[in-house]
């Protein structure tokens, strides 16, 4: 079974550029998350999506950051502009519902450097 | 609010050595507990996991209990190996999909 996929794994841009991350999450999996890691830091939420629908955006910054889930499989995240504060690692994982036993399956990341 | 408290690392151990990784939390309700590893490069897979008090996870040789008097969830492994070196992180979810994460432990394991 395919894992969760993540692209691209790295990315370098100038600050004030825009940036977008794709992900594919498990087959059959409704929920899908969004988490920045910091260097030496555990993830942290930024959205949480059941199928298509963002049901926890509130630790996204929506004044520059944005995110779709169409037809509830892959999604997408964006920043437009980006700051130097932004350079992180970005994942995405997914899981088959919400229960909070429920295992969430990471992807490798993508890790974004802006310069 | 819900947190996580992991020991700080780096843990450097020679191979065969006994590990135990400390991890205390402090949450509402009842929540379910996670050890995740995440080795260079890679994103983050789940080790094990207990859902209620007393329960015990263990995966390739890992192994932690669920401890509601102490809040305690704290890894062991009886004989380390070098490929093992990796990122453990502690986790749990209370009540939600939310995961709250420590802060992470590097280990080093030396041939």
């Known amino acids: 079974e395919a894992g969760v996929v993540q692209s691209p794994r790295y990315k370098i841009i100038e600050k004030k550029q825009p940036v977008a991350f794709w992900c594919n999450p498990i087959s059959g999996h409704n929920t899908l998350y969004w988490y920045l890691q910091n260097l030496g830091q555990g993830p942290e939420l930024l959205i949480r999506y059941e199928n298509e629908e963002a049901v926890d955006d509130s630790q996204l910054p929506k004044d520059r950051f944005s995110a779709e889930r169409l037809k509830g499989v892959d999604s997408t995240l964006k920043i437009q502009p980006a700051e130097l504060g932004d350079s992180a690692v970005y994942l995405c994982?997914?899981?088959?519902?919400?229960?909070?036993?429920?295992?969430?399956?990471f992807g490798p990341g993508t890790r974004l450097t802006v310069l | 609010g819900d947190s996580v408290t992991q020991m700080e690392g780096p843990v450097t151990l020679s191979e065969e050595a006994f590990l135990t990784i400390n991890c205390t939390y402090t949450a509402t309700g009842y929540p379910s507990l996670f050890w995740y590893v995440q080795y260079p490069g890679e994103g983050l897979q789940l080790l094990l996991k207990?859902?209620?008090?007393?329960d015990k996870g263990s995966n390739k040789g890992f192994e932690a209990t669920y401890r509601k008097e102490t809040t305690s969830f704290h890894l062991e492994k009886g004989s380390v190996q070098v490929s093992d070196s990796a990122v453990y992180f502690c986790?749990?979810?209370?009540?939600?999909?939310?995961?709250?994460f420590g802060t992470g432990t590097r280990l080093k394991v030396l041939a």
């Open positions: 994982a997914s899981s088959l519902d919400s229960a909070n036993t429920d295992t969430q399956y």
């Open positions: 207990a859902t209620k008090a007393d």
């Open positions: 986790a749990l979810t209370s009540g939600t999909y939310k995961y709250i």
